[in-house]
């Protein structure tokens, strides 16, 4: 090597470490204000390190005016003030060697030239529009990103919970859009898991959002949270995507191809995940909760009207933590959205998933009346959904508005299980099978009209048709003739033919829903601080439910219940229809909108050849006040009171036969609940620290809640919704608290929830608690070189009183996480969680999770090889635990073995 340039190179290392190990943080603080003095809020300050020409660090003002920035001694910083109408400032600084904290304030000019925008000679990392945070995605990664989930977590102010939504401020966002386009309308799920975090420009944060222009700043939007995905230039107008397959010498597989494409007129998403690895993209959960974007018109009104249909009432057994003991899964999904002109938009999405899941469990549960069950579980699962939408919206100018939209949602639902049931001296075999072929359609037409300045007009209206046909049969085995009730369940109440060896009981039902929904909202502006809202509308809802209960015979033959308690056929007609007034008026920092709506409910229930029908008129006032301390730190509080309607299900008097150990017998003469719900919420968040604080605390009272009464003979029991005579009530709240010190960013979590309620078993009255905590505390780091890592602690207890029976489960959950690149070309992410089941006196179940991926993509280059390894430490099984008005179970999951999978990815 030349002399000259070992020479030059061992300098410049020297000079580096020297740099390092004798420099030191200053901190760099002061006021910005206006000529006269005043505190200018959301001011940028940022500081370029004059020889790297790099940022170094930078700050946005507070409510005062206050900034704050570190920087390193013995370097030398151009300083740039900059805000929105006012000169910018330039400040050189030289910190040397040995320097105290230093203050400076800088006082801002007008400047009549710049009225709409200041232009940055460097882009800062966050940025504030009004009500949209916009985050230079580039100034937090590390490079160790794969997808949008992991630049979030890189955000200040953003979070992604256990059940993987995002939260802002402690909200939840609503909607994920990339370039102004809706990417699959609904559940945020889907983006964070697919979209590539190389082709993320920006992240918008857009606070109270509206998708109607006329209606921002009128309605309460202060929960409506979207977030927007601006792409880097190269991503747009271009297809782009990645295509990844792999498996082992076994028999694991994955197959992954993603392809995107965004123009200014249409774009075009499609996602597509074949394995048996254990990923999940779209499960029975997702299905059921995935609105499309479609809400219920009735919610605000004060109505509550349960549906059979949609409810996901087949008893399958849902996967705990995404894990079972195998999973194979299908799943293909297209997005689209195109443009003919400025005035329409046309948007659509199809969504298909395959899966087919085993588990096996062994559970433990303790009924309330005393009895104690053993039982064990395997089940094999298929399930196979679809859903489809189709948008438009048409807006010609800024005064009117029109959407429409359909979604359509199928599916095919399998379970088959046997079982092993024992209790006192009993023990059961049996094999039940539940299956369903839902389907629905609901359309959806908005139109908002602006007639002038003071008065606007918004109708909106919806129509869902749908139809279930569940299917459940048990078989309890080899019971042999005249068998014991203890040994053959409901025998008293069914009319078995017991000249049998296996005794098969069978339910077929029909459930068929059309429901209409409307109402028009007519807001008059008083003034540009009140306005009056309203409300006129209501709900045609008729729903069919059939049911008959048999036994298949030992030759296979069909042997029925005839007798019409065994045999519902039930018509049951529901009318609403209301009118609401709210007053909303600004009166210094408070905003007040109280209101009261008027409904007139008629219902009507035709089973065993006769009408039972109501009619009443309520009186439901709701309460919202919110107090802005300033831009970012708000506190809310909301009251409503609603009338809570049962389904269908709840009114059939004839027995449904719900699972081998439960019948259901309804009851026509149950009124509705009425109920209370106290909400405040806290909400904070500050760039000028860098602090993130929410907290909420939620009180519910019920009155004539809809309760079942519980008949129980060892651990089978018949259940009959009444009017509970005491009130129900329950106490959640939830607080966070987050804030990044430079590199470090710090979280504090806890949730609380409490419920006193009543249970009327064997004609006992008995008083329940359940009170659920859980805490989490965390520390991750952002280094954009060496490694990265998150450390944390989550402490969870659930304790179960319901009177004759207690119980408290306690979970202990250190975790850690860490990625790293070394030797420039090479990823390693690892992840590990480890578990203490206890019941506070005896460990339960401990158990431990660790994941690793080692990935290689040189520089520049399309592909990527990646060796992921999954359970590491072969867990086979883990824990839950659960408690209703019934019973407390705690539940041991069987998941899958220890594997190693090899992934190529090729980069479009």
């Known amino acids: 090597m030349n002399l000259y340039i070992f020479k030059y190179r061992l300098s410049i290392f020297f000079l580096a470490v020297s740099s390092f190990v004798f420099s030191q943080d200053v901190k760099f603080s002061g006021t910005v204000t206006d000529s006269l003095g005043r505190p200018l809020e959301l001011a940028n300050v940022i500081a370029l390190n004059k020889f790297t020409n790099k940022l170094a660090s930078y700050s946005i003002t507070n409510n005062k005016g206050e900034y704050k920035i570190n920087l390193t001694s013995q370097n030398t910083y151009s300083l740039k003030v900059s805000f929105v109408g006012y000169q910018s400032i330039n400040y050189e600084i030289d910190i040397p060697e040995k320097s105290d904290d230093i203050t400076k304030d800088f006082a801002m000019y007008d400047d009549k030239s710049i009225l709409d925008e200041v232009t940055l000679t460097y882009e800062m990392p966050v940025t504030i529009k009004g009500d949209t945070i916009v985050y230079n995605a580039d100034s937090f ?44 309308d609904g559940d945020s799920k889907l983006a964070i898991e697919n979209i590539p975090s190389d082709a993320i420009d920006k992240v918008e944060v857009l606070k109270n959002y509206s998708e109607i222009n006329q209606l921002s700043g009128i309605t309460n939007n202060e929960d409506d949270i979207a977030i927007n995905i601006k792409l880097k230039e190269g991503k747009k107008e271009f297809w782009f995507g990645q295509v990844s397959a792999g498996g082992d010498l076994d028999k694991h597989y994955i197959v992954n191809p993603k392809l995107f494409f965004y123009s200014p007129e249409k774009s075009i998403n499609i996602i597509s995940n074949i394995n048996n690895i254990g990923e999940i993209s779209f499960d029975r959960r997702d299905y059921f909760k995935f609105t499309g974007g479609f809400r219920n018109l009735s919610s605000g009104s004060g109505t509550s009207l349960d549906l059979s249909t949609g ?206 929904e409307g109402k028009i909202d007519y807001y008059f502006l008083l003034n540009n601080k009140s306005h009056l809202n309203f409300t006129v509308g209501g709900i045609i809802s008729e729903e069919k439910l059939n049911t008959n209960i048999f036994q298949i015979l030992d030759d296979d033959s069909a042997y029925d219940f005839t007798e019409p308690e065994f045999n519902n056929d039930i018509t049951y007609n529901f009318t609403d229809i209301f009118f609401g007034l709210h007053y909303k008026f600004v009166l210094g920092k408070f905003t007040f909108d109280p209101g009261l709506s008027v409904h007139n409910y008629n219902t009507k229930n035709k089973q065993f050849g006769t009408t039972k029908e109501d009619n009443e008129t309520k009186f439901l006032p709701d309460f919202y006040v919110n107090y802005k301390f300033k831009a970012s730190e708000n506190l809310r509080f909301t009251y409503a009171m609603t009338t809570h309607y049962p389904s269908i299900t709840k009114l059939a008097e004839a027995y449904v036969f719900n699972n081998y150990n439960s019948l259901f017998l309804g009851n026509r003469t149950i009124k509705n609940g009425l109920y209370q719900n106290y909400k405040l919420f806290y909400s904070s968040f500050s760039l000028f620290n860098f602090t993130n604080v929410s907290a909420s605390i939620n009180y519910s009272k019920k009155k004539d809640a809809i309760k079942n009464k519980v008949y129980f003979e060892e651990i089978n029991r018949v259940s009959t919704p009444v009017n509970s005579p005491f009130e129900d009530e329950s106490i959640s709240g939830n607080a966070r608290w987050q804030r990044t010190f430079g590199k470090y960013k710090v979280s504090l979590r806890g949730n ?56 408290a489960y306690y979970t202990n959950k250190p975790f850690a996480r860490m990625d790293v690149k070394f030797l420039k070309d090479f990823m390693f992410n690892v992840d590990y969680s480890y578990y203490n089941y206890s019941d506070g006196d005896n460990t339960l179940n401990t158990y431990s999770f660790l994941d690793a991926d080692l990935t290689y993509q040189k520089t520049n280059s399309k592909w990527e090889f990646k060796l992921g390894l999954t359970n590491i430490l072969d867990t086979e099984s883990i824990n839950q635990d659960s408690f209703n008005e019934l019973f407390i179970s705690t539940t041991e999951y069987f998941v899958q073995p220890r594997y190693a999978v090899f992934i190529v990815k090729y980069n479009l």
Not at 463 to 479: I, M, Q
Not at 794 to 799: I, T
């Open 311 to 516: 409810s996901d009432d087949l008893g399958f057994t849902m996967l705990k933590d995404n894990k079972a003991n195998e999973i194979i899964s299908k799943f293909g999904a297209a997005n689209f959205s195109y443009s003919p002109n400025e005035k329409w938009n046309m948007s659509g999405f199809f969504i298909f998933s395959d899966t087919d899941t085993e588990l096996l469990e062994i559970t433990t549960k303790n009924y309330v009346d005393g009895a104690k069950e053993f039982l064990e579980t395997k089940s094999d699962q298929d399930n196979t959904l679809a859903l489809a939408k189709f948008s438009s919206s048409y807006n010609p100018n800024i005064n009117f508005q029109l959407d429409y939209d359909i979604l359509v949602k199928l599916s095919d639902q399998k379970e088959n299980s046997e079982l092993l049931s024992s209790f006192a001296d009993v023990e059961n075999k049996i094999k039940t099978l539940s299956k369903d072929n839902p389907f629905s359609i609901n359309q959806n037409l908005n139109t908002y009209l602006t007639l002038n300045e003071k008065n606007i007009f918004a109708g909106k209206f919806q129509y869902l048709l749908s139809e279930e046909v569940p299917f459940y049969n048990a078989t309890f085995l080899g019971l042999g003739v005249d068998p014991s009730p203890n040994e053959l369940p409901f025998s008293t109440i069914f009319p078995y033919d017991t000249n049998q060896e296996d005794y098969s009981v069978n339910q077929n039902k029909t459930i068929k829903t059309n429901k209409f």
């Open 141 to 184: 990664n590390t490079g160790t990103e794969k997808k949008l989930k992991d630049v979030l977590q890189n955000l200040p102010g953003i979070e992604i919970n256990d059940l993987g939504q995002i939260e802002v401020e402690g909200k939840q966002v609503k909607k994920i859009m990339v370039e102004g386009k809706d990417f699959f």
């Open 752 to 807: 609380f929830a409490w419920s006193n309620y009543y249970n009327l078993v064997n004609d006992d009255i008995n008083e329940s608690n359940e009170i659920r905590q859980d805490y989490t505390a965390s520390v991750s780091t952002n280094f954009r070189k060496g490694p990265n890592f998150e450390v944390g602690y989550k402490w969870m207890k659930n304790d179960y009183d319901y009177g004759t029976s207690e119980g």
